[in-house]
């Protein structure tokens, strides 16, 4: 019930496409959702995040998509540079129980984005 | 601002060898500590993680312990590695109190080849 599982394993997309990254959950206490971007040889860092009180939200070329009742969210990327090759993860974290104060990660995606 | 180092950055060691990682954080206090380990195509392990001095949460049963010496210090630890114990670890740090981890830093991780 913990587990945040993550699609697709990795992705190639060609410079200026869409990406798309998929995640689904089963904890139902979890209300915080945030997506990291990790470079080769370095940790994470959040990129965008989003609460369950809105299906969208929007940071640059960054959106996250959130549909509660499906209890899935994703991250676009949309007009992609071959800059955005990394590793995403999503992520999901929540204020009861025992997610309280801890980010569960999903298994993480490879981005390749060719030029 | 607030720092988060970790080191070393890459570590080859003997099985059954010990093993002594260690992290710190500057620029803040009473900082929530964690220790994950990426494996690959496994995404983000949660290890440990500590609230507060000599208060340590273990995750999950292993061949690793953790501990809290200081209030910015974070140390993991192995009397005997395995081979499974191989891996990327990484140590991250949030504000004290967060009931959503609003941002979760990480540090640059350790590189740890057991063979």
């Known amino acids: 019930q913990q587990q945040v599982k993550q699609s697709p394993q990795s992705l190639i997309v060609q410079k200026g496409g869409i990406s798309i990254i998929n995640c689904a959950y089963e904890n139902t206490a979890f209300d915080y959702f945030p997506w990291y971007q990790q470079f080769p040889g370095k940790g994470p860092a959040l990129l965008i995040a989003i609460r369950p009180d809105v299906s969208e939200k929007k940071e640059g070329r960054f959106t996250i998509s959130f549909n509660k009742s499906a209890k899935q969210f994703s991250l676009h990327i949309m007009d992609s540079q071959p800059g955005d090759s990394a590793t995403y993860f999503c992520?999901?974290?929540?204020?009861?129980?025992?997610?309280?104060?801890?980010?569960?990660f999903g298994q993480g995606t490879i981005l390749t984005v060719h030029p | 601002s607030q720092t988060i180092h970790q080191w070393p950055a890459t570590l080859v060691q003997p099985v059954g060898s010990p093993l002594s990682l260690e992290c710190t954080v500057e620029g803040t206090s009473n900082p929530n500590l964690y220790w994950y380990r990426q494996a690959a195509g496994r995404g983000l392990q949660l290890l440990f993680y500590s609230v507060g001095i000599g208060q340590i949460s273990s995750e999950v049963p292993q061949n690793l312990s953790a501990s809290r010496p200081q209030d910015r210090q974070f140390i993991l630890s192995s009397k005997k590695l395995l081979l499974s114990d191989s891996g990327f670890y990484l140590c991250?740090?949030?504000?004290?109190?967060?009931?959503?981890?609003?941002?979760?830093?990480f540090g640059s991780g350790t590189q740890l080849s057991v063979l």
């Open positions: 991250a740090w949030s504000p004290l109190g967060q009931i959503y981890i609003e941002k979760l830093f």
């Open positions: 992520a999901a974290s929540g204020a009861g129980g025992t997610s309280y104060g801890k980010l569960t």
